[in-house]
T-cell receptor, first 113, second 113 residues
Framework: AQSVSQHNHHVILSEAASLELGCNYS??????LFWYVQYPGQHLQLLLKYFSGDPLVKGIKGFEAEFIKSKFSFNLRKPSVQWSDTAEYFC???????????FGTGTRLLVSP | NAGVTQTPKFQVLKTGQSMTLQCAQDMNHEYMSWYRQDPGMGLRLIHYSVGAGITDQGEVPNGYNVSRSTTEDFPLRLLSAAPSQTSVYFC????????????FGEGSWLTVV
């Protein structure tokens, strides 16, 4: 069965600081990888996704993530965060054969102005 | 094109009451699923369906029933609500044709007292 680990439960940064959120997954087969963001009081929004090809994927709002197959990782990065990036971030893994999407427990990011 | 529509948005139930959370999608997606979101636990898969007439259990199926009589609808039933089912519920759908992009509903906030 697939599983996802997000190591940081809470992250506090100042504006303009760089961000990296860790995500590791366990599954032996081919996977699709996602990062979702949930702003306070809102539903999930897709930040970016990796299906195949270039392991460095760029998403919306200046976010990017790198898929490292040998490490089973898909870390999310942003060079300079803004106050508006305050949200909860979820990594998710999808088994390509069965569509089932499994989420990590989320990382709450607080960006102080 | 409305995407994924969930109703109701908010509901308060008494312990032991039953109710159904409705989910409908108009994208002809074959795969639909229900998640619950709880603080510190991320999103956990309750039940999912890979097509009309086919359903299967996710990570936390106990206390919930589903059915998929049509491609469009995937209702989630709580037969006898318990306080442990207080949560935010998200319905999602996807399709191989949509490039495996998952579309989420806006969520249903359920409180069981």
């Amino acid at each position: 069965a697939q599983s996802v680990s997000q190591h940081n439960h809470h992250v506090i940064l100042s504006e303009a600081a760089s961000l990296e959120l860790g995500c590791n997954y366990s599954y032996g087969g081919t996977v699709n990888l996602f990062w979702y963001v949930q702003y306070p009081g809102q539903h999930l929004q897709l930040l970016l996704k990796y299906f195949s090809g270039d392991p460095l994927v760029k998403g919306i709002k200046g976010f990017e993530a790198e898929f490292i197959k040998s490490k089973f990782s898909f870390n999310l990065r942003k060079p300079s965060v803004q106050w508006s990036d305050t949200a909860e971030y979820f990594c998710a893994v999808q088994n390509t054969g069965f569509q089932k999407l499994v989420f990590g427990t989320g990382t709450r990011l607080l960006v102080s102005p | 094109n409305a995407g994924v529509t969930q109703t109701p948005k908010f509901q308060v139930l008494k312990t032991g009451q039953s109710m159904t959370l409705q989910c409908a999608q108009d994208m002809n997606h074959e795969y639909m699923s229900w998640y619950r979101q709880d603080p510190g636990m991320g999103l956990r898969l309750i039940h999912y369906s890979v097509g009309a007439g086919i359903t299967d259990q996710g990570e936390v199926p106990n206390g919930y029933n589903v059915s998929r009589s049509t491609t469009e609808d995937f209702p989630l039933r709580l037969l006898s609500a318990a306080p442990s089912q207080t949560s935010v519920y998200f319905c999602a759908s996807t399709s191989w044709d949509s490039g495996n992009t998952i579309y989420f509903g806006e969520g249903s906030w359920l409180t069981v007292v």
